[in-house]
């Protein structure tokens, strides 16, 4: 079988008096310069060797794959797990209470961030300003507190703040906990301002829910009103009914204490569910975008499930039980 040799050759004048030019030679690729005071002569220098098939190496081309998926791949790091590197945990075990006093003015929000070791994370998280006055109560709730670590943004305006942290579970059930203020570093991964969907306004007793593609690591969501009280509860769903994470939430006022927080969503099949709490006379604002996303996850990949043990049906030997 005969192989074709195609010669392209470029004869543009140039004052440097060198002049590329290209000639392939069946799936080889040679890169060639000419000088035009001699023609005669030409100077070839070979790219990289390509494979039997007219491909880059294997190692070429995950060096390629790599690279764009750490240019571009729109994933950013977990909120909570960026606070909890910043400033080591505080074990809270189960029926116990600790708190965290802010007293300086300057002080305007403060992050609150929980964790556990893969079990279930049950708190009642509150803002206190001064003696009986509580503007910020929220009853958390999460599955698997490894997976979906809780990370909240609580508005703290006006002098000496107290941020109260109670387990509510089990002694069986301890978790980790942190509260820091709000810093320059974790503004720019807070912000608000650069929330680009329409907000959304539910009404009393309404309820609104928001799916997410599989890609979708984890979700912001912003709540407020028009100075009105807020009331809400905030649903993270993965299927019918099977509920992974639950916010209840009560703010005094809804615009000057809006409440933001990021929900990791691992998996698929994540939907987000805001129901207002309140009475008809008392609309809020949501907004739900996407925080973190992997736009290198591949609709074509499987999703591996089922029972990992593999000590699992060993007491199935030789087909009898």
């Known amino acids: 079988m005969k192989t074709y040799k195609i010669a392209i050759l470029s004869a543009l004048q140039t004052s440097n008096g060198l002049i590329?030019?290209?000639?392939?030679?069946?799936?080889?690729?040679?890169l060639m310069s000419l000088n035009p005071s001699n023609q005669g002569q030409m100077t070839d220098t070979r790219t990289k060797p390509m494979s039997s098939?007219?491909?880059?190496?294997?190692?070429?081309?995950?060096?390629?794959?790599?690279?764009?998926?750490?240019?571009?791949s729109g994933v950013r790091p977990s909120l909570a797990k960026e606070i909890f590197s910043m400033s080591p945990a505080v074990k809270v075990q189960g029926g116990?209470?600790?708190?965290?006093?802010?007293?300086?003015?300057?002080?305007?929000?403060?992050?609150?961030?929980?964790?556990?070791?893969?079990?279930?994370?049950?708190?009642?998280?509150?803002?206190?300003?001064?003696?009986?006055?509580?503007?910020?109560?929220?009853?958390?709730?999460?599955?698997?507190?490894?997976?979906?670590?809780?990370?909240?943004?609580?508005?703290?305006?006006?002098?000496?703040?107290?941020?109260?942290?109670?387990?509510?579970?089990?002694?069986?059930?301890?978790?980790?906990a942190n509260a820091v203020a709000d810093s320059a570093e974790l503004a720019a991964l807070t912000d608000t301002d650069a929330l680009y969907k329409e907000p959304l306004i539910i009404q009393g007793g309404a309820l609104r829910t928001y799916p997410f593609d599989t890609m979708v690591k984890s979700i912001q969501i912003l709540l407020n009103t028009d100075g009105r009280p807020l009331n809400a509860r905030i649903e993270l769903l993965q299927g019918p009914n099977n509920i992974k994470q639950v916010v209840e939430l009560y703010c005094e006022d809804g615009m000057e204490?809006?409440?933001?927080?990021?929900?990791?969503?691992?998996?698929?099949?994540?939907?987000?569910?805001?129901?207002?709490?309140?009475?008809?006379?008392?609309?809020?604002?949501?907004?739900?975008?996407?925080?973190?996303?992997?736009s290198s996850y591949d609709a074509m990949?499987?999703?591996?499930?089922?029972?990992?043990?593999?000590?699992?049906?060993?007491?199935?030997r030789n087909g009898r039980w």
């Open 96 to 176: 116990t209470l600790k708190t965290w006093t802010f007293n300086s003015p300057s002080v305007e929000a403060v992050h609150v961030v929980m964790k556990t070791q893969g079990r279930p994370l049950d708190a009642d998280v509150e803002l206190w300003q001064g003696p009986d006055n509580t503007p910020v109560k929220m009853r958390v709730y999460v599955e698997d507190g490894y997976k979906r670590p809780f990370s909240a943004l609580i508005a703290t305006p006006r002098g000496s703040n107290t941020i109260a942290l109670r387990n509510i579970g089990h002694m069986e059930f301890p978790l980790d």
């Open 53 to 72: 098939r007219g491909r880059a190496s294997y190692a070429d081309d995950l060096e390629s794959r790599l690279s764009d998926i750490k240019g571009g």
């Open 20 to 30: 590329p030019a290209y000639k392939s030679f069946g799936m080889k690729t040679e």
């Open 257 to 294: 204490r809006p409440f933001y927080m990021v929900m990791e969503s691992p998996g698929t099949g994540n939907v987000v569910r805001i129901v207002n709490t309140a009475t008809v006379e008392f609309p809020l604002t949501a907004r739900v975008e996407e925080y973190s996303v992997d």
């Open 301 to 316: 990949d499987p999703i591996m499930g089922g029972d990992t043990d593999p000590g699992f049906g060993s007491f199935m």
